[in-house]
């Protein structure tokens, strides 16, 4: 499990929820798990067995991208994986621990109660597909699947929340749980930005590099004083959609800290992509992507002021009143 990511603002345990369709398994600590299923204990389960049923029927909304309505479960569920897959896309394969970018829905086998939904939204949820996290049963059954499909499937506790259940969402340790996943898109740790590059000639701002590898940019600080003001500039601009203060995006991204040029944050690092909402992240960020477009690469420098100031997170590298420098690649947004 890596450590909590840098960017993201504090958000009080207790608002946990199953509101989201999830975000990175392998960070419980993140402050986007404040719109996660995320919240229940790892699964220490073998492997599940991929059965084909039995499954509740979708009885409306049966187009791919179509709020479904799923019909009650009827009988015991299967104690395996069940997993159909009602439309087949013929788009990108999905792989463990790449991000998903879906419609979902989710509800209990016996009640039909429905525990979350992004399809009233109309915003997608990103979700990481990696096993030996938080309902792995996503992991174990759209691993292999294509973008464009929608997927049906079961998930047992035991590669959903355990027997401990979450009460927090009404849900007990004998629940089995129903999904469908409307795959729209998938990405893996290698994903960068797709774009024009931008003149870096603005004197005072750090230049950063344009490789599009998947391999981390250089960021090469000036010698001078930091700027007193925040800084957004585009390094590589894309064409995609422009980004709201309340949207959730996916990056890549680097950081360090300009008077050392030390690196304290990285999604290179880690190999794992990240997933956030602009509403959850320290103000500097905020402000840094509202109005930029998807696919784009933009370096941000963010004073303490809108940053940590004088409280920066323990252990994290980086020093009371310390202005810090991003590179980030923002990869899509939901």
Sequence with gaps: MRRRSLILAAVPAGLVTLAGCGDDKSDTSKASDSASPSAGAPSAAPPPKIVDGPLPAITAGVKFGEKPTVAKGSGAPSDQLAVKTVIAGNGKTVAENDYIQAHCLGQIWDSGKVLLNSYDSKKMQFTRLAKGGNLE????????????????????????????????????????????????????????????????????????????????????????????????????????????????????????????????????????????SLQQVVPGWAQGLTGKKVGSRVVIVIPPSLGYGDNPPSGSGIEKDSTMVFSVDVIAKA
């Excluded at 499937?153 to 590669?159: E, I, M, N, Q, R």
């Design 137 to 276: 049963g996503w992991t174990y059954a759209l691993t292999g699947k294509k973008t464009g499909s929608r997927v049906l499937f079961s998930v047992p506790p035991a590669w959903g929340f355990g027997k401990e259940g979450n009460t927090q969402a009404g849900i007990t340790g004998t629940d089995t749980l129903v999904f469908v996943f409307d795959i729209q898109n998938t990405f893996n740790s290698t994903a960068s930005a797709k774009g024009k590059d931008v003149p870096q000639n603005e004197a005072g701002v750090p230049e950063v590099g344009t490789n599009t590898d998947g391999k981390a940019p250089s960021i090469e600080i000036p010698k001078s004083k930091a700027p007193a003001k925040l800084v957004s500039n585009y390094v590589i601009e894309g064409d995609g959609a422009v980004l709201a203060a309340d949207d959730t995006v996916l990056v890549q991204y680097k950081g360090v800290v300009w008077d050392t040029g030390k690196e304290f944050d990285s999604t290179y690092r880690s190999k794992a992509l990240t997933s956030f």
